[in-house]
């Protein structure tokens, strides 16, 4: 059976005819999991119970017609979202035995859409981290080389999706963890405009930044699940009350006439050669579907990194500040008192690169140095997104690379943080200004997948998706599976 | 120490919970009292994943004290977080408000008891949620922790370093106190803590410009604290420095059983609380519309009130002051006026006298009253019309207290209807002469004072019901022979 190289959107096709029950596909599926679990290492935590129970509620479902587009499709949560009941890490041991007792908002939506939870994806610690090596629970292998790194922090659900162990999982961006894993593991991620997804259950890192989104297979896909988890959320005050569309239903529209903008400083000094050479062949079917091509300049780009790594780190070293061994997450063993309890907990708790975060983030907030750091980083943000909101009064979207390079050596970057986060240097410009990007798969360079990256002006991700899904219609790097997986 | 040598400095940050149903970020109930935990849900206690979302109603509340006094209504607030570590506060930071609040720049106008007035500049007021509690006693070798009270809505009210004393602290804190109860944001609750007060406080030499370095006394809980905390704090401070030591800026708290106040911590010590704009909550943006809305349903504030009180009813500034304290003391007090007409003067003195005094004794408040305006307002008729005099009134007034019944119904019941008759009071005072030959003579032959012995006596024999006017006139001329 290879029900595994079918879509979400031919799976959830095939349910509806009745040609596979939602169990079926299920064991299906836990089972691929099952198989690859060691090599790599995708999943924190498996559900095969709750999801074969899941499953056979929405047979009950498909039987009586009562079915929605996602019923009985089998997924996975990245371990960042509160699912109820089921453990949820965040990728760190300060959270090993947390088991949240509400849903995401996010979770909720997926769950009333009738969708079957297979289980929650390894992710970089806190999702901090851009290679899924920061996990607790070791780092995730790339599918096409399990000796290279699947990016991160969404690495697992994108390790997850190239493999075909599931059809989409959900993810979450803050500085590029859903487009540049889906770069480097060669399937289509999808960054939501901020606020367009609840961040309600969501695990926050950097609160301004996160926003939640999907990795899977084709833009169609992510449509599907796009549609689902979007909208206004009461709990969420930083999301947005604009009417969510049904995306897939707007996908096919023809690309005469768009106007696509070439960022020069996507194409600086650090681009491999070969990288780029896939991306000039994507543009060209651009020009080939009816799109211009423009150059366009947004000069402040290249500060985009410093100001996130101030940014994010000052946020997260608040955000983190609740695990602190009372309530809930890790506590010491025999604190001697409130500071020992403190010290020890978070000590143990968190791992190298969280703690390098919190550090920095509470040196930037501290008295002194909050002028220097934070509130310029602000004013850059600031600068930063009046470059794309320029830019946008000249083009309909951006396009470029979503990575300097294909995937690297697991272990590569570990030792020098500075170059790991210039991994990061394309994709966190959309973060800063809150846009909508997604990654799509456009060629490989020595056997490693390469991802184009599209960011559009806010809330513009159902013309991401339509040009997203133009390309895919005319290319077949999306349906490429790593040898590995078969 | 010479007093006059020194200057006192005060300034206040005053904490009043506001009233709202459900605390300022969660839909968690804020009332007081619960089981530990009763009213704390997964914002409450910080969970992983959860978001905070603004309570409207607090924000309203905000700009109802911000229009009472006469203060900036900020257009566009920030909710900043506070971050420091400590077991009752879950999420390691307090959301508050910092660079921008929502009110900012107004001004109280307090009463002294000379009746001199003076002007309160306000340098701010924001919106903050409450911590937790830390809980001790009966929890031997443990701590406990409840957060019933994480997320209450509490607005702080900063005013600027302009008292010169402890009761003009207190006069000041008072006139917050009446006008929160006023704008119905605030229960007042000082014991359960809805409304408590730091003092900063420095002394200088008088005359000098520079203030000294102040300390600041946390979390007084009353006025009494209030003034004996500071007066403590003062003559440390003083003779401190007259011993040639220095003030130390920190942070110290009062013990209301030693009355004294003591160091907590430093300013070295302090923690640096990294303050930063929430990304979880959007900046507060209020349009005119909004504002207007509220300014038209604020209700008369207490100096309105106290004004028009002393226009209408002839009454001097402190009474008005004293008598507008509450919104329902006022409406108590106006409704005895109107039901005695022409004695509004009479009505203040039973207000702010007997019932002031029995309500205290008791530690009622005005609404529980056993005593209604209107039968109170039945007895104050009686003396208006002379039906009894003001002393008799006080032993009707104290059969009322205990559930007698109607001034009218005790006073028949008791028999205790004055005497105006002459011919009555004059057979009485014929009797009295004639008992009391000797004081006679001795009055007869100069010596005045005894007066007071006649008017004694008559009352007792009438058991205190002659009218007093009519008796000293008819005594006088009788006695004079």
């Known amino acids: 059976m290879s029900l595994y190289k079918q879509t979400l959107a031919e799976l959830a096709a095939g349910l509806r005819a009745r040609k596979f029950s939602s169990v079926e596909l299920t064991q299906h599926f836990l089972a691929r999991i099952d198989a690859h679990a060691g090599a790599l290492n995708a999943f924190i935590t498996v559900t095969h119970d709750s999801a074969l129970e899941s499953a056979r509620t929405a047979d009950a479902r498909l039987a009586s017609g009562r079915a929605g587009a996602l019923t009985g499709v089998p997924f996975a949560h990245k371990d960042i979202f509160c699912t109820a009941g ?94 540049q894993p889906a770069a480097l593991c ?37 449509a599907l699940m796009l549609t689902a988890m979007a909208g206004f959320d009461p709990r969420d005050s930083t999301s947005v009350d604009t009417p969510v569309p049904d995306y897939a239903a707007l996908l096919d529209k023809p690309l005469t006439g768009m106007r696509v903008g070439i960022v020069k400083e996507f194409f600086d000094a650090g681009l491999d050669a070969q990288n780029a050479h896939c991306i000039r062949e994507a543009l060209a079917i651009y020009s080939k579907l009816g799109a211009t091509m423009k150059d366009v300049s947004l000069p402040n780009l290249p500060l985009s990194v410093p100001t996130y790594y101030v940014v994010a780190p000052a946020e997260c070293s608040s955000n983190l500040a609740r695990y602190d061994g009372v309530r809930f997450g890790h506590r010491c063993s025999a604190p001697r008192d409130l500071a020992d309890l403190y010290r020890r907990s978070r000590g143990e708790g968190f791992g190298a690169e969280v703690k390098r975060r919190v550090m920095t983030g509470t040196y930037v907030l501290s008295a002194g ?11 850059v943000r600031q600068l930063i997104a009046k470059d794309f909101h320029d830019a946008f009064a000249k083009v309909d979207m951006l396009m470029g690379p979503t990575t300097p390079t294909p995937a690297f050596a697991i272990g590569a970057k570990m030792a020098d943080p500075i170059t790991m986060y210039l991994n990061d240097i394309y994709t966190i410009g959309a973060n800063l200004a809150g846009l909508p990007a997604i990654s799509i798969p456009c060629g490989f360079v020595t056997g490693l997948p390469v991802g184009l990256q599209l960011v559009g002006p806010h809330f513009a991700e159902s013309a991401l998706l339509n040009a997203a899904h133009a390309y895919q219609r005319e290319t077949d790097w999306h349906r490429r599976i790593p040898a590995g997986a078969a | 120490m010479s007093a006059t040598e020194w200057e006192t400095v005060i300034g206040l940050e005053i904490h009043a919970q506001l009233a709202t149903r459900s605390k300022i970020f969660s839909g968690s109930a804020t009332s007081y009292g619960a089981q530990p935990n009763a009213h704390a849900n997964l914002v409450d206690l910080g969970y992983p994943g959860v978001l905070p979302v603004l309570n409207a109603e607090a924000v309203r509340m905000a700009v109802k004290l911000g229009l009472a006094i006469d203060a900036r209504i900020a257009r566009t607030s920030v909710f900043a977080r506070k971050n420091y570590f400590y077991p009752d506060l879950p999420k390691g930071y307090q959301i508050s408000q910092y660079e921008l609040p929502i009110v ?64 003009e602290a207190v006069a000041y804190m008072k006139k917050v ?60 401070q003083v003779e401190l420095l007259e011993s040639g030591g220095k003030v130390v800026q920190e942070t110290r708290l009062y013990d209301a ?69 509450s919104r329902e003391l006022a409406a108590y007090y106006e409704e005895v006026a109107h039901a005695v007409p022409g004695e509004p ?7 702010m006298g007997e019932l002031a005094a029995s309500l205290n004794k008791e530690s009622l408040d005005i609404g529980e009253s056993p005593i209604s305006s209107a039968t109170l307002a039945a007895l104050l008729r009686r003396i208006a019309d002379q039906t009894i005099s003001g002393k008799i009134a006080k032993e009707v007034f104290e059969a009322m207290w205990a559930g007698g019944g109607e001034a009218d119904a005790i006073i028949e019941a008791k028999g205790l209807r004055q005497i105006t008759d002459s011919a009555a009071i004059e057979r009485v005072i014929d009797e009295v002469m004639a008992k009391n030959p000797a004081q006679l003579a001795d009055y007869r032959s100069g010596k005045d004072k005894l007066f007071g012995f006649f008017v004694g006596q008559v009352m007792k024999a009438t058991g205190g019901k002659a009218n007093p006017a009519e008796l000293n006139r008819l005594l006088k001329r009788k006695l004079a022979g």
């Open chain 1, 86 to 179: 089921v453990r949820t890490t965040c990728g760190s041991r300060m959270l090993d035995q947390f088991v949240s007792p509400y849903d995401a908002t996010v979770v909720a939506k997926l769950k009333d859409a009738g969708t079957v939870m297979l289980g929650k994806t390894n992710m970089d610690e806190f999702a901090m981290g851009s290679s899924s090596e920061t996990s607790y629970y070791g780092p995730v292998k790339n599918p096409w080389n399990t000796a290279l790194v699947p990016g991160g922090s969404s690495g697992g659900s994108a390790a997850a999706v190239a493999a075909r162990l599931i059809p989409a999982a959900t993810a979450t961006d803050t500085g590029g963890s859903i487009r």
């Open chain 1, 186 to 222: 060669g399937v289509t991620g999808l960054k939501p405009t901020y606020g367009r997804v609840s961040r309600y259950g969501m695990i926050a890192f950097a609160s301004s930044l996160d926003q939640g989104g999907v990795i899977a297979a084709s833009a169609l896909d992510a």
């Open chain 1, 369 to 379: 140095y909050y002028d220097a750091y934070y509130l310029k980083a602000q004013k």
């Open chain 2, 104 to 167: 900012a720049g107004g001004a109280l106008e307090i009463i002294l008891e000379d009746g001199s007035r003076k002007r309160i500049a306000i340098t701010r007021a924001h919106l903050e949620e409450d911590a937790g509690k830390s809980l001790h006693e009966g929890l031997p070798g443990v701590s406990g922790i409840d957060l019933n009270r994480a997320g209450t809505p509490l607005i702080e009210i900063v005013s600027e370093p302009q008292m010169r004393s402890a009761k």
């Open chain 2, 177 to 236: 106190h009446t006008l929160v109860r006023y704008l119905e944001i605030c229960d007042g609750n000082m014991q359960e803590g809805s409304f408590r007060c730091d003092a900063n406080v420095s002394v200088r030499k008088t005359g000098a410009q520079e203030f000294g370095t102040r300390a600041e006394i946390k979390n007084l809980n009353s006025f009494r604290y209030v003034e004996k905390a500071i007066l403590y704090e003062v003559s440390r």
């Open chain 2, 257 to 325: 059983d030693k009355g004294e106040t003591r160091s907590m911590r430093s300013k070295e010590e302090a923690n640096d609380y990294r303050y930063f704009p929430d990304p979880d909550l959007l900046p507060v943006m209020l349009t005119d519309e909004f504002i207007e809305e509220i300014r038209r349903g604020l209700p008369e504030l207490p100096d309105e009130k106290a004004r028009r009180l002393e226009s209408d009813y002839a009454l001097s500034a402190y009474d008005a002051l004293v008598l507008t304290s």
């Open chain 2, 345 to 351: 003067k009479l009505a203040a003195n039973w207000v």
